[in-house]
C-alpha cells in the first residue's frame, strides 16, 4: 500500500545530482513548484573536472544569488554541488533524500513516483535526472532502456597537493603513452582556494586492457555498467599492476600524484558508459543529463550539456506552458536538443571506438 506524500507539484525530478539541481533551478524561475527526489544522502562524488562557466547560476535562475555561489573554472564535482544545493534551497526547491524512485508513470492529467520506502509522489511533469541508469528512461524507452559500456575504464583518483612535493602546472594536461590516456588537473581547494599547495589534484586515466576484473567483480555484466571497481573489491596485485604501469607510462608530476592515490588505495574504476539517445519526452515525461545521454568523460562536457537541457527545458516549460499544454512543451525541448546531444553522443562513440581500436593494436 503506498502512502501519498505532500501536495502534487507542478514539477517532479527524479536524481538530484547536478543535472536535477539545474533543471531545478531553471524551472523555479518561472515559480514554478519543485520536487527533487534523491536516492541516496551522500553529497560525494568524485570523478569530474567540470568546466563551470562564467555566470552560470544566474543564466540558470535569471537572478543574482545572495548565499549561492559558483566559483567558475575547473571544479571539483563537490564545490559545484554546493553552489547549486545552496540556490537550490534558497530558490524554495523541496529537495528529498533518502527516496529511491523505483517505478514512475503517467496518465492523461499528471505524473507520479513510488518510491522502495512505499511513498507516492505526483506532479505535472516529470523530469529524469537520474543518470546512466535511469529509471525514468527506462519508462519512457522500454526500446532501448540501457546506457551500455564503452569497452574501457577510467581510474580515477585526487590527492591532495599538499601532500606532494612536485609542482604542478596551472591547467588541465591530456597526455597519451602506449594504450593509455591521461587526464590531469588541478583543482581548487575547498574553500575555493587557487594558490599553489593548498589544491587538489584530479587524475583520470582511461585504460582498455583491465575489463576482466570489472566483469570478474559484477561491475559490468554483458553490455551493461552496475556500478564502479571500488577499491575494496580491488586485489593488492592490482594496485601494484598499476603502480607499474603508473612508473612505466606517465611522467612527473602526474605520476607522483596516481602514486600517491595508489599507495592511499584511493582509487576508483569507472567503467565508462555511453548511451545515444532516439528520444527526450514522452507525454508529461522527459529527461535531462546523464539519464538523457551519456557520452565519454574524455569530451569533458557532461555537465556543460546537462546544464544547457536545463535551459532548453526552462526556454519551453514556464508557466503558462505547464497550465495549456506541456506535453507540446516537452516535445519542443525534445526537437530543441535532440539534434545537439546525438551530435555530441555520436561523437563520443567515435572517440570511445578509436581509443579501444588503438590500445588493443599490437
Ligand atoms: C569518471 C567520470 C569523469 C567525468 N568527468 C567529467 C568531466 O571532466 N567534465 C564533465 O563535464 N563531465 C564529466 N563527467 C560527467 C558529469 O559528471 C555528468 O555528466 C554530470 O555531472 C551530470 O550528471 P547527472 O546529474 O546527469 O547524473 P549523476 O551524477 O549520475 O546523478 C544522478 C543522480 O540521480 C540519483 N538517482 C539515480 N537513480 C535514482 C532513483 N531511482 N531514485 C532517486 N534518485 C536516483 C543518483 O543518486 C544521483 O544523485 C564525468 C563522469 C564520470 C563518471
Known amino acids: 500500500m503506498f502512502s501519498v506524500h505532500g501536495q502534487a507539484s507542478d514539477i517532479l525530478i527524479v536524481g538530484g545530482s547536478l543535472a536535477g539541481l539545474m533543471a531545478g533551478l531553471a524551472l523555479s524561475r ?23 562557466g562564467h555566470g552560470l547560476l544566474e543564466q540558470l535562475t535569471g537572478r543574482r544569488h545572495a548565499a549561492a555561489t559558483l566559483a567558475t573554472g575547473i571544479q571539483a564535482w563537490q564545490s559545484v554541488y554546493r553552489g547549486l544545493r545552496i540556490a537550490a534551497e534558497e530558490a524554495g526547491i523541496q529537495i528529498l533524500q533518502n527516496a529511491r524512485v523505483e517505478l514512475v508513470g503517467q496518465d492523461d492529467g499528471h505524473v507520479w513516483a513510488l518510491t522502495s520506502d512505499n511513498r507516492r509522489f505526483e506532479g505535472s511533469v ?23 559500456f564503452a569497452h574501457y575504464l577510467a581510474w580515477v583518483g585526487f590527492a591532495e597537493e599538499s601532500a606532494l612535493s612536485v609542482r604542478f602546472p596551472p591547467h588541465l594536461e591530456f597526455l597519451e603513452a602506449g594504450p593509455y590516456l591521461l587526464l590531469g588537473f588541478p583543482l581548487t581547494a575547498a574553500d575555493g582556494g587557487v594558490e599553489r599547495g593548498r589544491r587538489r589534484i584530479g587524475w583520470g586515466w582511461y585504460d582498455a586492457g583491465h575489463n576482466d576484473i570489472l566483469r570478474e567483480t559484477g561491475a559490468v555484466e554483458g553490455t551493461l555498467v552496475r556500478h564502479s571497481l571500488r577499491p575494496a573489491n580491488m586485489p593488492d596485485a ?48 522527459c529527461l535531462v543529463g546523464d539519464a538523457a545521454h551519456v557520452c565519454t568523460p574524455m569530451t569533458g562536457n557532461g555537465f556543460a550539456t546537462a546544464a544547457e537541457d536545463a535551459m532548453a527545458l526552462a526556454r519551453f516549460l514556464d508557466g503558462a506552458a505547464l497550465r495549456t499544454d506541456p506535453v507540446a512543451a516537452l516535445r519542443s525541448y525534445e526537437v530543441s536538443r535532440l539534434p545537439d546531444v546525438r551530435r555530441l553522443g555520436l561523437s563520443g562513440q567515435r572517440i570511445s571506438q578509436d581509443f579501444v581500436q588503438a590500445a588493443r593494436r599490437p
Request: glycine share 6%; with cysteine.
Open 30 to 52: 518561472h515559480g514554478l513548484s519543485v520536487t527533487l527526489l534523491e536516492r541516496s544522502n551522500d553529497t560525494d562524488r568524485t570523478g569530474a573536472a567540470l568546466q563551470v
Open 238 to 285: 592490482l594496485f601494484e599492476e598499476l603502480a607499474l604501469l603508473a612508473l612505466c607510462h606517465w611522467p612527473s608530476p602526474w605520476r607522483e600524484a596516481i602514486l600517491e592515490c595508489i599507495a592511499r588505495k584511493a582509487v576508483l574504476g569507472t567503467p565508462v558508459v555511453e548511451y545515444v539517445p532516439d528520444r527526450l519526452a514522452s507525454g508529461r515525461m
Open 126 to 148: 516529470m523530469v529524469g535526472a537520474d543518470g546512466y541508469q535511469s529509471v525514468v528512461r527506462r519508462q519512457m524507452c522500454p526500446e532501448r532502456p540501457d546506457a551500455v
